[in-house]
């Protein structure tokens, strides 16, 4: 089975050994992504805001490995304060209200950096979509 590793270009993937995405056969899983660069935190104070960069860097992703939001079969929504549900799952039902992929949101502690709300992985298995 071939596999293709999809990278952001960021240093963070050198430093710690990571790409932000791997497909092998048709199965693809997206690390866990936020809403920063290098020039810092991109939406700061705003879960909704985070939630929505976020999901197009998950699709850019995807659509590098040659697949698609449609293709999404879970994602897994980390946020720093449960309280903002609400704001993370609309943006999230934006972007997936008609696929409907499994999905698990949990509040912790502290994500990489100060000031991220919110980090998501994905996983998605290319062509499972009849869309």
């Given at each position: 089975m071939m596999?293709?590793?999809?990278?952001?270009?960021?240093?963070?993937?050198?430093?710690?050994?990571?790409?932000?995405?791997?497909?092998?056969?048709?199965?693809?899983?997206?690390?866990?992504?936020?809403?920063?660069?290098?020039?810092?935190?991109?939406?700061?104070?705003?879960?909704?805001?985070?939630?929505?960069?976020?999901?197009?860097?998950?699709?850019?992703?995807?659509?590098?490995?040659?697949?698609?939001?449609?293709?999404?079969?879970?994602?897994?929504?980390?946020?720093?304060?449960?309280?903002?549900?609400?704001?993370?799952?609309?943006?999230?039902?934006?972007?997936?209200?008609?696929?409907?992929?499994?999905?698990?949101?949990?509040?912790?502690?502290?994500?990489?950096?100060?000031?991220?709300?919110?980090?998501?992985?994905?996983?998605?298995?290319?062509?499972?979509?009849?869309?």
């Amino acid at each position: 089975m071939m596999r293709k590793n999809i990278s952001s270009g960021t240093q963070w993937e050198s430093r710690v050994g990571y790409s932000r995405a791997v497909r092998t056969g048709n199965h693809i899983e997206v690390s866990g992504t936020v809403a920063a660069d290098a020039s810092g935190v991109l939406a700061p104070g705003d879960a909704y805001g985070q939630t929505v960069i976020i999901l197009d860097r998950i699709e850019q992703a995807l659509v590098e490995a040659g697949s698609g939001m449609q293709d999404v079969v879970r994602t897994r929504i980390f946020v720093t304060d449960i309280s903002g549900w609400e704001a993370v799952g609309r943006a999230h039902a934006e972007k997936f209200g008609d696929i409907r992929p499994a999905a698990t949101m949990v509040e912790v502690r502290a994500l990489i950096r100060p000031g991220l709300l919110v980090e998501i992985e994905a996983t998605a298995v290319a062509g499972s979509s009849d869309r």
